[in-house]
């Protein structure tokens, strides 16, 4: 349940569910920027200097960006050299290059330069950068990358006024010895350009957000979708959100929130309930006030606020206090529904074979803990020993990657049986039995469903083979995320009329196996993606969190 509202400065320790109210001097009135005139013309320099001179000023708005996810039981550190040249999104950019950099790609910063160049703002590029998901920062990259911003930002501040600050954060990182890696960044910053100047920032959703985060910026805006499709919808909104606070003059009042449970990442998707009921509040809710930024968290953050939080946004105190409160209760209301839902492997087999009998359409088994967009190397073989065992004659299991035993079917041709050993080079535990080659492709084909379509597979030999009694399995030469039906068409199997279809995924596959599936099952057969973070050694989050939602019997964390 809710506490009481405090205010900030009486507080002196981390809140559980706690919901207090950050306040400024509340703004009286809020409008939009306009190609350098200020409508709302009250308080604020900015709006004065507009209002005084009648004549269109340009505003000088500083961006950048620092992006990192940390799952502190990674094996592998985070180092600088990570975040130089980030597979699959545009390398550490600076200055007058971060603009070309940027443009275009599949960032929230991509989408927030047009809207405030529109305005007739002049954009002060500082640093932007970018690691893929890993263990925690090395101290010294990331005193690296704040140097970098910090600096630019001072000379930007050394060559006239800064309007306002954009930065394209992600909000789950920590370092060897920081924390709140954004917060202490949001601090430094600040602290430059002190405490009058906006910052507005733009998150992942599955950011951990925290009080330093919101105290320190002017407005959070995080994706709204999870699988992310939003990122440059976004970027706009919050580049919108920093115009608006602009020319608003003063401070919007904030109330920020946690909440006392956790959800894991496959409770998290926003195209299914219970995620689906919720966003669809969290837009009811704001229509009413400036902003709603929600956060999901990333539950592998061993670190006090991690965990579910987010922040309301309005012209008073009340107003954001309302909404807050409101959206706690909503929040609180669904917790049974946010329970960890990933069976274990044996059960979900036995539980799609029983749902598969009449069944119209497929019924998926998400196997999670292998997915490869979550750190699995997509060769682990419970699910498919599983299937074996339990007879599922027709399942199909999109796949394996093994590039060895690719080659070792390409060599025996369509319609012999060889015998394998698939899978397992990353876990030692492979399946071993009698194949029989159905099916051989080069593995070069166009995706088709939402998240793929335009992108070209590009997975090297592959072969569709089948164990005893009748289970198949597509062997693959490269590892990608079985999001996508074309996947099992390259090899000449129609999804839709098979009874059971194994995914190596844990959320992206919804978005194009949804509307074929009759049932989706979340298995959790062995391997590294852990769907349940509670059974994973924590010793920093709060006192009485509970990582298994629903879970009220509570758990010692020491
Ligand atoms: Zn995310």
């Known amino acids: 349940m809710p506490r009481p509202f405090v205010p900030r400065h009486r507080q002196s320790h981390v809140f559980q569910a706690c919901l207090f109210s950050i306040t400024g001097e509340p703004r009286t009135s809020r409008s939009a920027v306009k190609a350098g005139a200020c409508a709302g013309g009250r308080g604020g320099e900015t709006c004065r200097l507009i209002a005084r001179s009648a004549r269109p000023v340009t505003l000088r708005l500083a961006v950048g960006g620092f992006q990192h996810e940390t799952h502190s039981f990674a094996p592998r550190p985070t ?6 040249r980030p597979a699959g ?11 070309p950099a940027l443009s275009g790609s599949q960032t929230a910063l991509a989408g927030a330069m047009p809207v405030l160049e529109e305005a007739g703002a002049t954009l002060l590029p500082l640093s932007w950068c970018l690691g893929m998901p890993a263990g925690p920062i090395e101290d010294s990259a990331f005193e690296r990358i704040a140097a970098m911003l910090a600096a630019d930002l001072s000379d930007a501040l050394r060559e006239g006024k800064v309007d306002g600050l954009y930065l394209d954060l ?31 920032i733009s998150l992942d959703p599955h950011a951990n957000l925290t009080a330093a985060m919101v105290e320190y910026s002017d407005g959070i805006v995080p994706y709204l979708t999870y699988p992310h499709v939003d990122k440059r919808e976004t970027g706009a909104t919050a580049a919108r959100l920093l115009l608006d606070r602009i020319a608003g003059g003063k401070p919007y009042a904030k109330a920020f929130a946690q909440l006392d449970y956790w959800m894991t990442l496959s409770s998290q998707c926003t195209m299914v309930e219970p995620m689906k009921g919720v966003m669809a509040k969290r837009a009811e809710l704001e229509k009413g006030i400036a902003a709603l930024g929600f956060c999901f968290g990333f539950p592998y953050a061993d670190f006090a606020d991690c ?31 946010f329970k960890p839902d990933a069976l274990p492997v044996a059960e979900a087999v036995a539980l799609a074979l029983e749902s598969s009998r009449g069944a119209n359409g497929p019924v998926i088994i998400a196997d ?33 990657n093994d590039a060895e035993s690719a080659a070792a079917c390409h060599a025996a041709g369509e319609g012999a049986t060889l015998a394998l050993s698939l899978g397992g080079k990353s876990d030692g535990m492979p399946f071993e039995g009698e194949a029989r080659v159905l099916r051989l492709g080069n593995g070069s084909f166009p995706l088709t469903g939402p998240m793929g379509a335009g992108n070209h597979a590009n997975l090297g030999p592959c072969a569709l083979v089948e164990f005893a009694p009748g289970v198949k399995v597509m062997v693959a030469s490269r590892k990608t995320q079985a999001y996508d039906q074309a996947i099992l068409r390259h090899l000449g199997v129609e999804p839709k009329d098979c009874p059971i279809v194994g995914l190596k995924s844990s959320v992206h596959f919804r978005a194009d196996y949804e509307p074929i599936a009759a049932r989706i099952i979340v298995a959790a057969a062995p391997g590294p993606v852990i769907a349940d973070p509670s059974t994973l050694p924590f010793r920093h989050v709060r006192p009485g969190i509970r990582m298994r939602a629903g879970d009220f019997g509570g758990r010692a964390v020491g």
């Open 170 to 200: 992600h909000g789950a990182a920590l370092t060897d010895s920081i924390p709140d890696a954004e917060g202490e960044l949001l601090l430094r910053l600040r602290r430059i350009l002190g405490p009058e100047v906006p910052i507005v």
């Open 307 to 337: 965990g579910v939080a987010f922040a309301a946004y309005a012209e008073t105190r009340e107003a954001a206090e309302a909404a807050a409160a409101q959206f706690l209760t909503f929040l609180n209301g669904l917790e049974e529904r």
């Open 79 to 84: 180092i600088f050299a990570d975040f130089e």
């Open 89 to 99: 999104f545009p390398p550490l950019s600076r200055g007058v290059a971060l603009i």
């Open 368 to 400: 999670t803990q292998d997915n490869p967009g979550g750190g699995g190397h997509e060769d682990t073989t419970g699910l498919l020993a599983e299937l074996v065992a339990q007879g599922a004659s027709g399942a199909v299991l999109c796949l394996i």
